[in-house]
């Protein structure tokens, strides 16, 4: 592990050193790869085990006492009827909120930018950082306690019967926006910070507007950050459960609170290995998004001095 | 998830965008009422919904108006210290957990092989694309395949074990897994700050072994990453809600929702009223003093 032997006198002789140094070298990688072992070791077990139990289930089917037989019926049973509805739900309304906080968190942080309040900015950055990794019940209970049917807004402003319910699809988008946008926020800062006043200058010399230099010139240099974060905020949305089973019940079909259903057995016994087989649908979405997003934040860091 | 690199922020950057508007025309008075009009909007969205629950849990008696009951109720319901408790405890582990395996990779990743890196990277990644409900699914049956098949061989004792609702080990497994890919980020991105070589060869060269050397001289001078890689993994721990409750134990969240359905709406808004605050000063905490940004979020 480290670059010295201990035992080595500081005056070795010189035919001795080469030899010397790659035994340390030798030495130096053995203990390195034992330092990581229980890492390594951990991560196999803990989520290596899990996550092939997940894989094996979804092709199998299981009952006490009998050999489970290998049928991809789960997964075409995780495809279909009430089980698709969900996943398109899922997919429907993390793409709905990601795309909305985009195009707000882009615009939030741009008008951060080029603020001159230096204070505004820390304020700004430092409430993204905290928000952005909020959610789950509290996040929920917020909401329902102002906008939800008996919220302090909803009884107060009669939403109710202007036909506003939180506990439905722009009800969640609503509640989703609340960390996706300050992620966003984080996201597509050092990419503005990235912009060179000199290319502003440079195409308002060559008469470009406003418009045009969004349009040819910054919109361009931005587009893999935003791809990046724009697919970023889909993968927290699809996997987040916790606020909207804290919130919604099953009001709005989501492939998250139906794999928990039927984890809890609510739905019918042999329910559990079409559970399964969502979430390897679900991990499979997510490992293209993570395959999407890693090429895109290398894109985007090109840029970034 | 994996927007760690992408969201750090580097505060000395921040004079480009400003400066520019010096050379150009000048075109103030559109974009600052943009500007005003988008800030106005997204500090009444992110405040609304705190003003909101803060009204709801005072103002929920409907004879008496304003009233603190909410608040006085947290200290006699029934249940919440037992689930403080156990979110508390298996946090104090995890995050133990996390730095006996993450501390010593780190380290010897500063001072290994690329390859050694690339390894570990991708080891830590791998938790972002199973989602936690689909983890939970693997443990679930997991555990179903256990007490149908293991009843009469000695793993049966180990099984309980695991599963022991005082503390259990197997929330506690589940927990480090899904802290390691942003704790691994933050402490790696603090070991990457320190020229751990110079530090270790100093102190070896003072006459330090090199156990001796990580503790007293590596380690401290990794203190603030371990800071908030701990109020993260902490943060993460309190608030977790998805594995818990569906293998059946009752942490806090699983409290919160609990009691909420139980009919004491405005004290378990309270509470978590009250949770959210403390964890955003925990986090504020960490995002001040650690001048730059360390988080991606993964909501449960």
């Known amino acids: 592990m480290s ?52 894989a094996y289930g979804a092709f199998t089917t299981y009952a006490p006492g009998q050999p489970s037989t290998y049928t991809g019926g789960n997964l075409s049973a995780s495809l279909e009827g009430g089980y698709l509805i ?34 505004l900015r820390h304020v ?36 109710t019967d202007a036909g506003w319910s939180l506990y439905s699809f722009w009800g969640l988008v609503l509640v989703y926006l609340y960390f996706l946008v300050p992620l966003m926020v984080l996201s597509v800062i050092p990419a503005l910070d990235g912009l060179r006043r000199q290319w502003r200058e440079a195409a308002q010399n060559n008469g ?35 606020t909207a089973a804290a919130m919604v019940g099953a009001s709005v079909p989501l492939i998250t609170l139906q794999i928990a259903d039927a984890l809890n057995g609510n739905v019918s016994a042999d329910a559990s290995n079409v559970a399964l087989a969502m979430s390897l649908d679900m991990v499979v979405i997510s490992v293209l998004v993570m395959a999407l997003y890693l090429p895109l934040q290398r894109r985007s860091a090109r840029w970034l001095v | ?28 008075p559109r974009p600052r009422l943009g500007r005003v009009a988008i800030l106005l909007i997204a500090g009444l969205y992110f405040i609304g919904p705190l003003a909101g629950s803060f009204m709801f849990t005072v103002d929920s008696d409907p004879v008496t108006g304003f009233s ?7 200290f006699s319901v029934s249940g919440l210290w037992p689930a403080l408790q156990l979110s508390l405890l298996l946090a104090a582990a995890t995050i133990v957990l996390v730095f006996l395996l993450l501390i010593p990779t780190v380290i010897a990743i500063r001072l290994g092989t690329p390859r050694l ?68 980020r933050t402490l790696d991105a603090g070991m990457r700050a320190l020229d751990v070589r110079t530090l270790l060869e100093a102190a070896q060269n003072n006459g330090a072994g090199r156990l001796r050397a990580i503790v007293f001289v590596v380690l401290p001078n990794l203190r603030g990453a371990m800071l908030n890689a701990g109020m993260l ?57 650690g001048g730059r940004r360390s988080s991606a979020a993964k909501p449960a």
Not at chain 1, 131 to 159: E, K, M, Q, S, Y
Not at chain 2, 171 to 182: C, E, F, G, T
Not at chain 2, 238 to 258: D, H, K
Not at chain 2, 277 to 288: E, F, G, K, P, Y
């Open chain 2, 117 to 184: 890196r690339s390894v570990v990277e991708i080891v830590c990644m791998l938790p972002l694309v199973v989602p936690s409900i689909a983890l939970t699914s693997g443990i679930n049956i997991l555990l179903r395949w256990g007490t149908d098949n293991l009843a009469s061989t000695p793993f049966w004792d180990t099984l309980l074990a695991i599963q022991n609702a005082q503390f259990p080990v197997i929330l506690l497994l589940a927990y480090v897994v899904m802290a390691l890919p942003l704790a691994f």
């Open chain 1, 86 to 119: 969900a996943l398109e739900g899922s997919v429907k309304l993390s793409a709905t909120a990601a795309l909305i906080a985009t195009v707000a968190g882009l615009l939030l942080a741009q008008a951060v930018v080029t603020s001159r309040f230096e204070t």
């Open chain 2, 68 to 74: 603190w009951s909410a608040y006085s109720q947290i």
């Open chain 2, 1 to 28: 998830m994996a927007g760690v690199s992408s969201t750090l922020y580097d505060p000395t950057t921040t004079e480009q965008g400003r400066s520019g508007r010096r050379g150009g025309r000048s075109k103030r």
């Open chain 1, 3 to 54: 670059t010295i032997d201990p035992t080595a006198p500081a005056g070795a002789a010189g035919s001795d050193r080469p030899r010397r140094r790659l035994r340390s070298t030798l030495r130096q990688a053995a203990a390195g790869r034992i330092a990581v072992l229980p890492l390594l070791i951990f991560v196999a077990v803990a989520f290596g085990v899990p996550a092939l139990a997940m």
């Open chain 1, 124 to 159: 700004v950055l430092s409430a993204s950082g905290v928000l952005a990794n909020f959610g789950g019940v509290p996040l929920a209970f917020a909401f329902v306690a102002t906008l939800g049917n008996a919220g302090v807004l909803t009884t107060r402003l009669h939403l």
């Open chain 2, 233 to 289: 993994t902490l943060a993460l721990v309190l608030g977790e809600f998805t594995v818990s409750s569906i293998l059946g134990y009752t942490p806090f969240a699983v409290w919160i929702v609990n009691g909420n359905a139980a009919g004491d709406g405005p004290v378990t808004t309270a509470v978590s009223l009250v949770s959210m605050v403390l964890t955003w000063a925990l986090l504020l905490v960490i995002s001040v003093s």
């Open chain 1, 208 to 242: 470009a507007n406003l418009v045009q230099y969004w349009r040819y010139v910054a919109l361009p240099v931005l587009t893999p950050s935003l791809l990046g974060g724009f697919v970023l905020l889909f993968g927290s949305a699809f996997a987040a459960y916790a």
